[in-house]
């Protein structure tokens, strides 16, 4: 854990992967994040996969290094509880409707310079998920094999939940947006963020709506072919699957040597008049061709002598992996200083942790953190951020509006 | 463009995807961002969709709103002008190799108080892009239809660049956290942020990774079916596919009720003994059971009428869109506060533009704005930071080292 967030303490009211994953980004950077749930854990504490006692390894990879509230969010006293540490603490992240009691006019009373962020699903304040926001984009009726028809093809969903995962990532970014604005103003922010406008807002971003608008129709189903360049999925000898990626000359050049394919590609570019080199135009324009040529090489090869020539070259290219192999592989996980130990976990199972994305090589790491057991911080924040004394604390437990610890 | 970062400019050095997104969003939000490039234009200057004019469409969305300034980045004096453009402003933004001109030492001398963002493939420095680090995350084996074979089903890429999107996100928050951290100690900071290291992180910080640590082997290939939950994709009478999603209470009662189908439930529940409002367990257990009967009612119902009742109960779904139908869709871009007009796009071509994903309903949301020419800030931008005359900008013209707008 870097401290670069060192002097900042945030309210999270989460669940589900957008908005934990922000306080998740900001508690890796070193910032304090208060996690408050309801009671009997939120909507999301006990999401798949659960261990055989319970315990959601979803729920303990997106919430650590975070501190846990527990309150009855269902009664007045506590949703009172969790407005009055909105409003002391001053910066907010949730995902709970705006139209509900943790709104930003509720947090912001007596607190103007209150900053929230909100993520929402729909603008208009319809309700969505990632797998929903997913369908209305267009792009799982563009993923899967070229050679389906596509008036009967069906949609293929990504199990990465991209769209949540590019929120929260967003989401992180407008919050310290916010809070620097009011470090140079004084001045609060409400900022909402649809999760829904990510994703037909990145379909903008990206070019493609403007290139449905220019052209006035659908593009073209491309399998795993890369759009508007070269690359594509490959198959050794010996039945290993791999990607590979040829947009700058480097990349081209390497590639063709380490196919060793220049008298196959010269032959062709004298078919066709054209010159590979370029750029990604006549690459991409003549993939199939090219495809076959470089998908005859792989046959001749088995993986590690073609790796190996790959690598010599400098070519971009990865093998395929299941996530299984992924989760085990040296190069990723345990050779790799984006993770750490295990810290104890709430499950008590033990494997690698993340830390931030981001690393900074002048500068002291840290070990990841694990996730907190619900509530097991009930008392410390009460205390800190409220003022109440252990007796306000104890007479709350009794009433079941605070619970501790539910190690 | 809202004024949260008007007080912050940005140096941008950038190609492809991920790292023009950390402008991008910087740009929405109010930040000068000049992109510098190689006054032929950088690599993904010309990437697809071209118009007829050859203008690219991708590159014209990825960088709207920003400044231009080409400068020969092949010649030592166009590469001291970038240096110093870095260091008279103190934050940039790149994807250039750290083992470049634009190294954080090279920047940093003399400013030391300087703070950059990077953009890498692997952390180990070895090339990655999008689709390859796709490729060893595990992802690509998990999609695609149920039925297939795993031993010889292919891999599914997305077309969606995911990883490049989160790690622009991520690279625009961490740029915020640094300066932030600047703000409070007077400190710079390198910043990395490997683009293998957000897709391998990714799906650890999704609990994925320590799913398959904790099984042993792979998930099982679940379709379009959520994972842990209960949803999938439907199809009407009339051939509507959509999407729908029920994990919460509300959510899944809702949905029973918009299809109809309670007392096929109720007779489901009996004979397998459980009860599906308990949770998301029972009902992802059964849900090839339930997948039955839920198509079976869709089978009885036109699109109209479902989507209707689904509304009326406030279900979460969505309709698969192509994408050309979502870049037409009135409710997802025209009449979307999210779009504005289009402006004066290089391309000549005119579309709605995106705002800021973040929308802050009390503050001034102002219109889109254009992407630049190349070169069309050259001379402003070294005139007000380097405080370069007129005559020394015409001389660095005539000798090629500056690059005047394109238009």
Chains 1, 2 share one sequence.
């Not at 791999?242 to 078919?271: D, R």
Request: hydrophobic share 40%; net charge negative; proline share 5%.
């Amino acid at each position: 854990m870097y401290k670069l967030l060192n002097d900042l303490s945030i309210i999270e009211v989460s669940s589900f992967v957008a908005s934990p994953t922000i306080g998740l980004y900001c508690a890796q950077l070193g910032a304090e994040v208060i996690r408050v749930d309801h009671k009997a854990g939120g909507l999301d504490y006990d999401r798949y996969l659960l261990t055989r006692e319970g315990r959601s390894l979803s729920w303990e990879n997106l919430n650590r290094g975070k501190k846990s509230v527990a309150l009855d969010l269902q009664s007045g006293e506590g949703r009172e509880l969790l407005v009055e540490l909105a409003r002391k603490t001053g910066q907010v992240v949730t995902n709970l409707p705006e139209k509900s009691f943790l709104s930003h006019a509720a947090m912001s009373e007596d607190r103007p310079d209150l900053v929230s962020v909100r993520i929402m699903g729909w603008h208009d304040g319809r309700q969505a998920m990632d797998f929903t926001v997913n369908a209305a984009s267009g792009y799982p009726l563009m993923c899967g094999p070229e050679e389906w028809n596509p008036l009967t093809a069906p949609p293929v969903n990504q199990v990465l939940p991209a769209w949540d995962f590019i929120t929260g990532a967003y989401g992180a970014f407008a919050l310290l947006a916010a809070l620097r604005h009011r470090d140079a103003t004084g001045e609060g922010s409400e900022v909402r963020i649809p999760l829904g406008d990510v994703a037909i807002g990145t379909m903008a971003n990206s070019g493609a709506m403007a290139e449905m608008l220019y052209r006035g129709s659908d593009r073209e189903r491309l399998g795993n072919a890369i759009w508007g360049a070269f690359g594509r999925d490959f198959r050794t000898r010996n039945g290993v699957r791999f990607m590979v990626a040829a947009l700058t000359p480097k990349q081209w050049t390497g590639l063709v040597a380490a196919f060793g394919v220049e008298s196959e590609v010269a032959a062709l570019e004298e078919e066709l008049g054209v010159r590979f080199a370029d750029g990604d135009t006549p690459r991409f324009v003549n993939r199939h061709r090219l495809f076959d040529v470089f998908q005859q090489a792989a046959d001749s090869f088995d993986w590690s002598a073609l790796s190996a020539r790959m690598s010599w070259q400098g070519c971009t290219y990865e093998r395929y992996r299941t996530m299984h192999e992924a989760a085990n592989d040296p190069q990723l996980v345990t050779n790799n200083p984006l993770f750490g130990p295990s810290p104890a976990n709430p499950s008590g199972f033990e494997y690698p942790a993340t830390r931030s994305f981001a690393n900074l090589p002048e500068k002291e790491v840290g070990e990841p953190r694990p996730a907190p057991y619900l509530g097991q911080h009930s008392e410390e924040v009460l205390a800190e951020r409220l003022g109440l004394s252990s007796g306000d604390i104890g007479r709350l437990v009794d009433a079941g509006t605070v619970a501790l610890c539910d190690k």
